[in-house]
């Protein structure tokens, strides 16, 4: 069936980095876009990072411009997600997601679980 | 950049009942770009409604969206005990791609 599995998540201190991934399976990862959003202890969901089928058009929210990269392996149906300079605010679970595009308008209608990242000394 | 406003914070009903929860735009979008989304405690979010009034593959018709320009409504016509979650809504546009409205906690009453 269509899933998408996060993981990397872990305890890092502040000033530190991690590299999440997401791994997609029962559907052709190729076509689609992705997207990384989060979600604060307690807090709404904030959408952070967005690629597209070939990773040539890439956006992000102001939050994580320069500190965060997403990128993508075709190949190994894997979407990922390099968080660098990370800071206490970032602790959040992190969730990827399918972005279905139709009609110049996208919505994430396949979530993984999430991997949780923990900011701190 | 398009800010949704979410009401109430918190709605609490009874199983049976009928639920309104309102999405409030900060300037007039298409209706093509928005989205609702439900997410139970310790789960990941769920599509639920795009394009206002949309229902997602798998999605009950006791869920249906409504509105346009700035108000965006998703009524729920007679809840069930597993529609008791939270509900966001989103709004698909240019910079930042995706906004999220706050969130309305829907709870047993």
């Known amino acids: 069936q269509v899933q998408l599995v996060e993981s990397g998540g872990g305890l890092v201190k502040p000033g530190g980095s991690l590299r999440l991934s997401c791994a997609a399976s029962?559907?052709?990862?190729?076509?689609?876009?992705m997207s990384w959003i989060r979600q604060a202890p307690g807090k709404g969901l904030e959408w952070l990072s967005y690629?597209?089928?070939?990773?040539?058009?890439?956006y992000y929210t102001d939050s994580v411009k320069g500190r965060f990269t997403i990128s993508r392996d075709n190949a190994k149906n894997s979407l990922y997600l390099q968080m660098n300079s990370l800071r206490a605010e970032d602790t959040a679970v992190y969730y990827c997601?399918?972005?279905?595009?139709?009609?110049?308008?996208?919505?994430?209608?396949?979530w993984g679980k999430g991997t949780t990242v923990i900011v701190s000394s | 950049e398009i800010v949704l406003t979410q009401s109430p914070g918190t709605l609490s009903l009874s199983p049976g009942e009928r639920a309104t929860l309102s999405c409030r735009a900060s300037q007039s979008v298409s209706s093509r770009y928005l989205a609702w989304y439900q997410q139970k405690p310790g789960q990941a979010p769920r599509l639920l409604i795009y394009g206002a009034s949309s229902r997602a593959t798998g999605i009950p018709e006791r869920f249906s969206g409504s509105g346009s320009g700035t108000d965006f409504t998703l009524t729920i016509s007679r809840l069930e005990p597993e529609d008791f979650a939270v509900y966001y809504c989103?709004?698909?546009?240019?910079?930042?791609?995706?906004?999220f409205g706050q969130g309305t906690k829907l709870e047993i009453k």
């Open positions: 690629i597209n089928s070939g990773g040539e058009t890439i």
């Open positions: 997601a399918r972005d279905y595009c139709t009609g110049g308008v996208c919505y994430e209608d396949v």
């Open positions: 989103q709004h698909y546009g240019s910079s930042p791609k995706y906004t």
């Open positions: 029962g559907f052709r990862f190729s076509d689609y876009y």
